[in-house]
């Protein structure tokens, strides 16, 4: 288990791009490989969870041809699959497990996938129940909520689905499914999920309507391979920013990122907190608004953040609790308990670090309450296994009193190869 030490900082400058959009990245594979004729991917995250899919979808024989910059992916067409020789292994990514789950219910052969023991400790009935429906045969272990899942390839029909929550990977997966299924699949869900699925589709030429809250895909349509530009992920911008915005004097400038209106809870957030951020050269890349993001050191408050916020800012929580740490006065998270069920719980490991940093944080059930200050103690903290909170943990040792540690920080790996690098390259000692 390795662990990485970070010294406070005096601040943090300079200009960096981010690694590409993860969830974007996952879909080019996904839909380059079951179109018609040549998906080219450039700005493809090669992060851990990426190259699970890109593994996955070669054992389910698509040719990937990678030179270093560009993906170039030979679609086999919506039924050209093959039945896999062995387990399909998802590591520790949700979104390969969930999205596959939905894309393999409709083919005409087994499969079967698994992941690392945090993924086999996710729940799987939220795409699998509304799967069966569909017709699909998926078995798993807790009664069909937890992987290894074994896929029995069948015809599906389409549903209506109202899903209990907002989530991209369950309106993703029916979506996936729904190309396959007889008539329509409708997905609604309680606020807008990311919407990269919906974007990608129509770029794709899927038969795709979208709804006040939902998605309809109609199946039987071949979708038609497209070049793809992958945007800076914000969700890893989100560090920098943070970093940027706790350490006095500091100013950054992030190139490329996506921006995305289903995925910048974060910028309202951290713009209602009292931070200055800038966003600018707003443009459009395949089908996705991008923009650069120009931040300087603020002094922040604390906020409540609640309802349609909150998948809009799903995978920010983490270091929103460290901006929330250092702010002024009190920050309130609810309406979050999906945090609950990430890589790992969200609110009980940051509660727990937070609190060995000197900050007096209340766990409820849905979020947490986090008084904030202006002192954050250094020391050893825990990853908990969970890429989000090993980063989150380092950007709070820029701002800490002393040296911050934390361990077992292989876990960046999977969205964010490159972070310690970047870390170091923009915090002036
Ligand atoms: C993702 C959806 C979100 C997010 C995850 C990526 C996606 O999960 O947390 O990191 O790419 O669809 P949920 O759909 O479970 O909210």
Do not use: W
Not at 180 to 187: D, E, K, L, M
Request: aromatic share 4%; proline share 3%.
């Amino acid at each position: 288990m390795e662990t990485y030490t970070v010294q406070p900082a005096k601040a943090v400058r300079g200009e960096i791009a981010v690694p590409g959009d993860k969830s974007i990245s996952h879909r080019s594979i996904m839909l380059g490989s079951i179109a018609q004729g040549t998906t080219t991917v450039r700005g493809f995250l090669r992060g851990e969870d990426n190259l699970s899919t890109l593994n996955a979808f070669q054992a389910l024989g698509v040719a990937v041809e990678d030179d270093g910059e560009t993906l170039r992916i030979e679609g086999k067409g919506l039924h050209g699959l093959a039945e896999p020789f062995d387990i399909l292994d998802c590591g520790n990514s949700g979104t390969s497990i969930r999205l596959m789950t939905g894309l393999l219910a409709g083919q005409r052969f087994f499969s079967i996938l698994t992941g690392d023991r945090y993924l086999r400790n996710r729940p799987m009935r939220r795409v699998i129940e509304p799967l069966a429906r569909m017709g699909a045969t998926i078995f798993g272990r807790a009664g069909g909520d937890r992987a290894p899942l074994a896929i029995v390839g069948r015809e599906l029909t389409g549903i209506d689905h109202a899903s209990p929550v907002a989530s991209a990977q369950v309106k993703s997966a029916l979506m996936l499914a729904g190309l396959y299924a007889a008539g329509a699949t409708t997905i609604t869900e309680p606020h807008l999920s990311r919407d990269h699925s919906e974007r990608m589709f129509r770029h794709f030429g899927a038969d795709i309507e979208i709804l006040a809250t939902g998605v309809r895909v109609r199946g039987g349509r071949e979708l038609q391979g497209r070049d793809i530009v992958v945007p800076g992920d914000i969700s890893s911008a989100a560090f920098f920013m943070v970093a940027a915005l706790i350490v006095p004097g500091s100013e950054l400038l992030i190139r490329g990122v996506g921006v995305n209106p289903t995925r910048t809870g974060i910028l309202d957030i951290l713009t209602a907190m009292g931070a200055s951020i800038e966003l600018v050269d707003c443009r459009e890349v395949s089908g996705e608004p991008v923009a650069d993001i120009l931040i300087r050191s603020s002094r922040l408050r604390g906020i409540e953040i609640g309802g349609d916020l909150v998948p809009r800012a799903i995978d920010e929580f983490p270091v929103i609790c460290v901006a929330a740490a250092l702010a002024e006065g009190r920050t309130i998270v609810r309406d979050a308990r999906e945090l609950r069920v990430k890589e790992t719980d969200r609110i009980a490991a940051m509660a727990a670090n937070l609190r060995k940093a000197g900050v007096a944080v209340v766990e409820t059930e849905d979020g947490m309450e986090i008084e904030g200050g202006e002192r954050l103690l250094g020391g050893s903290f825990e990853s908990f296994g969970d890429h989000r909170i090993a980063m989150s943990m380092l950007v709070a040792g820029l701002a800490a009193e002393g040296e911050v540690a934390v361990s077992d920080v292989e876990c960046i790996a999977t969205s964010f190869p490159n972070f310690t690098e970047l870390l170091a390259r923009v915090a002036a000692r």
